[in-house]
């Protein structure tokens, strides 16, 4: 198998999904060893810098990339198996910033009320124990929480063109925000440009479902993911697999319509999967499914739908490539 080791210089971050050149070109097949940078870009270090005063808008979420694959024509399916997640720092940072997150006033829920006070929290990443340590700024209070590496953005460029921020979450993937983009997942995604032009980012040590004040523990990462291409028509939303679960992610506002999304592309994945008609791969869907928030803070809101593969029987997705990317590097 072929391995790409790519570390982005500063200029050659990415802060949106289309509208930016490859940084390289990969064959379907080739693993890849990356770093990322984390959401603030670096900026936040410490409890004493403050969201206001040292992000730089709309430059957050850099990503790294897009890569273009070989042969990745509009309407294929891109697959993206993450084989290992690593902190690339030993502390990663969280924020309140002013009229951002699940609860607090924003500009797209405008009221009349203040922005919440601005904080940072810096959590320091023990390695040998797995965790991380919130400590709290009000009182004495400190808990170690289990690391939990994951990645906030994955995508590929949008179709008819589009650049959007990596802040946005929809058809394309990027700023999902769920924990469920982790080691051992594989993301499939439906190709709208020729060479896919992938990209990722915006690192997590661990986030809550819902991410409710709009920042995880942010941390740089080490990524090693592989890259695959069917072809075969890609899904509407970006859908994963895992050896537990199959599962689609629905953006949209309001939060109920990102439900749906996700609920109807699932609908049309099971019928696929199990040759039921539309009625029936909706009642199947009622009685298993499983529907943890992703963000609820973003742009759009995300919402994962989730079927349990210990209720069904046995079936095969995507000609078998999460089993086979599962085992290729072990």
């Known amino acids: 198998m072929d391995l790409l080791e790519f570390t982005p210089e500063p200029a050659e971050l990415a802060w949106t999904f289309g509208g930016a050149p490859p940084v390289r070109r990969v064959k379907p097949g080739t693993a890849l060893r990356l770093w990322t940078e984390d959401a603030f870009a670096g900026s936040l270090r410490s409890t004493t810098d403050l969201a206001s005063a040292s992000l730089n808008m709309p430059f957050v979420n850099p990503q790294t990339g897009p890569f273009y694959v070989e042969g990745a024509e509009p309407g294929d399916t891109l697959a993206l198996h993450f084989v ?5 720092r030993s502390w990663g940072a969280s924020a309140t910033i002013p009229f951002f997150g ?15 006070p601005e904080r940072t929290w810096i959590y320091e990443v023990d390695t040998a124990n797995r965790t991380v340590g919130f400590q709290a700024q009000g009182s004495d209070f400190e808990v170690a929480l289990p690391l939990e590496p994951m ?11 589009e650049v959007r921020s990596a802040l946005v979450p929809d058809m394309f993937g990027g700023n999902m ?18 060479g896919a032009l992938f990209s990722v980012g915006d690192g997590h040590y661990r986030q809550g479902e819902g991410e409710s004040c709009g920042t995880a523990v942010e941390g740089a990462m080490n990524v090693v993911l592989i890259v695959d291409l069917l072809k075969t028509p890609g899904p509407v939303w970006p859908r994963l697999e895992n050896d537990e679960y199959l599962a689609v992610i629905g953006s949209a506002r309001p939060l109920e319509d990102a439900w749906r999304a996700g609920q109807v592309d699932m609908v049309n994945w099971l019928g696929s999967l ?28 995300s919402v994962v739908t989730k079927v349990p593969k210990r209720l069904l029987p046995p079936v095969t997705a995507y000609d078998g490539i999460h089993q086979q990317l599962r085992t290729a590097l072990s």
């Not at 699940?102 to 919440?116: F, V």
């Not at 990645?151 to 063109?161: F, I, K, N, R, W």
């Not at 925000?177 to 020729?194: I, K, Q, S, W």
Request: aromatic share 6%.
């Open 177 to 194: 925000d769920t924990p469920e983009m982790r080691a051992g997942a594989t993301c499939y995604l439906r190709v709208n440009v020729e």
């Open 102 to 116: 699940g609860l607090t006033s924003t500009d797209r829920t405008a009221t009349l009320q203040d922005p919440l």
């Open 151 to 161: 990645l906030g953005t994955v995508g590929v460029a949008p179709a008819a063109g």
């Open 84 to 88: 290992e997640l690593t902190p690339a």
């Open 274 to 301: 199990y040759g039921l008609d539309k009625l029936d791969a909706y009642q199947l869907l009622s009685q298993v499914s499983e529907v943890p928030l992703a963000n609820v803070v973003d742009a759009n809101y």
